[in-house]
């Protein structure tokens, strides 16, 4: 299993695609997962099913999670639940899914983490069962890729993609003081500066990997 992460706009999809590109080329076996925690499989259908089945606008879904979050009951169980099926997607979920194939996640557990840490800063998550469970038994990336580019050319990028809900600068910059913090925890096998041309991050990403550029 193979894992980016990083910021938004830092370029994990279009590596992705190269990446996948090139093992089409090699003849490999491949799955692209998206996994973020609060929107993992499970707790997904269980909002579907709260919602009553209905799909709705991004705009409803944004309306009704802030509503939620005015609960602290619902946001503690909504939480709470969010750490339940993370543990069962990475730990079961991806093992299953990775049988006879790469997997190749866009995202991982220390993008959620930040995640967590910013979005619900009142729970030493970390400390609980939950947690502690999902990383004695989740899959292991190899290698755990980290993208990194600084917070104004993040906004760069996602002006001219033109994105319907962009996360302010400064929110950014918040995300990736989290990012340095956890670099300094070796969190990642290999962090590559993603600020250069797509196929001179892509020649990197194979050197890392041990292919030939």
């Not at 602290?72 to 194939?101: A, C, E, N, T, V």
Request: proline fraction near 4%; include cysteine.
């Amino acid at each position: 299993m193979i894992s980016f992460s990083g910021i938004d706009c830092s370029g994990k999809s279009t590596q992705i695609e190269l990446l996948c590109k090139e093992l089409e080329r090699k003849g490999k076996n491949y799955k692209v997962v998206w996994s973020r925690g609060g929107y993992t499989p499970g707790i997904e259908f269980v909002k579907k099913i709260i919602r009553g089945g209905r799909e709705t606008s991004k705009e409803k879904h944004l309306a009704h999670s802030a509503k939620v979050n005015e609960n602290p009951m619902k946001r503690k169980i909504l939480f709470l639940g969010s750490l339940m099926d993370l543990w069962l997607f990475y730990s079961i979920g991806l093992r299953l899914m990775g049988i006879g194939r790469t997997i190749i996640c866009d995202r991982y557990i220390w993008d959620t983490y930040i995640d967590f840490k910013m979005k619900y800063p009142e729970y030493d998550f970390e400390k609980g069962v939950w947690w502690k469970l999902t990383l004695k038994t989740m899959v292991k990336p190899r290698p755990a890729l980290c993208l990194f580019i600084p917070a104004e050319e993040s906004m760069y990028r996602s002006t001219l993609k033109e994105e319907p809900f962009p996360e302010k600068i400064e929110v950014r910059q918040e995300r990736i003081n989290w990012y340095m913090k956890e670099l300094k925890n070796n969190r990642w096998d290999y962090v590559i500066d993603a600020t250069s041309s797509i196929d001179t991050v892509f020649s990197v990403i194979k050197e890392r990997m041990g292919w030939e550029t």
